[in-house]
């Protein structure tokens, strides 16, 4: 009797170990989401990236799980899989995914390689986080492991942008869980590439609890609500024209902007700025937009090119 009843606490203990330790588990990835996706321009078709994002701190264990393109008939073009955790595991601290070539545009060291070059398809395709979270566009009309309802960007996306997330919802100053509707239309729209790796603190502030509490919006300092800036024109990867022009703009109106070209300080500037006779060589353009609150965007656009000599 007293054996059967050893036995007994101990199946009991061992399934009671196994429903605590279970979420705990499921805990340390869950709490990410897609937060940016860029299929490469037409002039770097295979510069691309996927973007993720946590909105609880620890979601850093991503060792094994694995992240999948799909191209406009929900076919899987390609799977990447975490080799390893990723260092940062601070609340809104992200995660990028990325082809050698992304790599060498944007100039930033991804996380992890995204498998297969060629799979994230600008005119329809989709992304998926594990079965957690997935986002379509173009013209996509497959099916997917997770809700991802009409796709974003009806038109595909438009050359040289990139498809983001937006952190309007619940806390406008980060993401949190009401900025996931399921609805890829009304949760992404293009914008600016800005890729951010893990190495990146997070830009995003939390917001005060005042009031009722919880996440609403309430005010913020720093980075809070600060506008995002958009790169409209810029020149050729690889060009020889040694005052090259670059259109820029902003999320919001009546914004100033601030332009810098590789080491020098930031400055006012004005769209379309144009800069002096460049050596040849790499250069490293950067601008930001600054509201008439004095709150300027934490992620400057960052754009690389090489002035190289006119040929014969």
């Known amino acids: 009797m007293r054996r059967a009843r050893s036995a007994s606490l101990a199946a009991f203990v061992a399934a009671l170990l196994a429903l605590l330790t279970a979420p705990a588990a499921q805990a340390t990835f869950h709490l990410i989401q897609v937060r940016e996706v860029y299929p490469g321009s037409a ?53 990028v995914l990325a082809t050698p070539a992304a790599s060498e545009a944007f100039g930033f060291t991804p996380d992890t390689s995204l498998a297969s070059p060629g799979a994230l398809l600008p005119a329809g395709g989709a992304v998926c986080w594990e079965e957690l979270d997935c986002v379509s566009w173009g013209s996509f009309s497959g099916s997917l492991p997770s809700p991802a309802g009409a796709p974003a960007s009806a038109g595909g996306i438009p050359d040289g942008m990139a498809l983001r997330r937006t952190i309007a919802r619940g806390c406008s100053t980060a993401l949190d869980p009401p900025d996931d509707s399921n609805g890829s239309a009304a949760d992404f729209s293009p914008a600016s590439p800005q890729p951010r790796p893990n190495s990146v603190p997070p830009s995003e502030q939390l917001c005060p609890i005042s009031g009722g509490g919880g996440s609403g919006g309430g005010g913020s300092s720093g980075s ?35 332009c810098k070209l590789d080491g020098k300080p930031f400055r006012g500037c004005r769209s379309p700025f144009t800069a002096k006779p460049l050596s040849f060589g790499p250069h490293r353009f950067q601008v930001r937009a600054r509201d008439n609150e004095g709150k300027v965007d934490p992620t400057p656009v960052s754009y690389r090119f090489r002035v190289v000599r006119a040929s014969r």
Do not use: C, W
Request: charged share 20%.
């Open 224 to 258: 809070a609500n600060a506008p995002q800036t958009i790169l409209r024109r810029k020149p050729p990867k690889q060009t020889s024209d040694r005052t090259p022009t670059f259109r820029f703009g902003a999320d919001e109106t009546g914004i100033s902007f601030q």
């Open 43 to 95: 002039l770097e078709p295979e510069a691309e990236y996927v973007e993720l994002q946590m909105y609880a701190g620890g979601q850093n264990h991503v060792k094994g799980h694995k992240l999948r393109t799909y191209d406009a008939s929900g076919a899987v073009t390609g799977t990447s899989t975490f080799a390893a955790d990723v260092p940062n595991g601070a609340n809104q601290s992200t995660i």
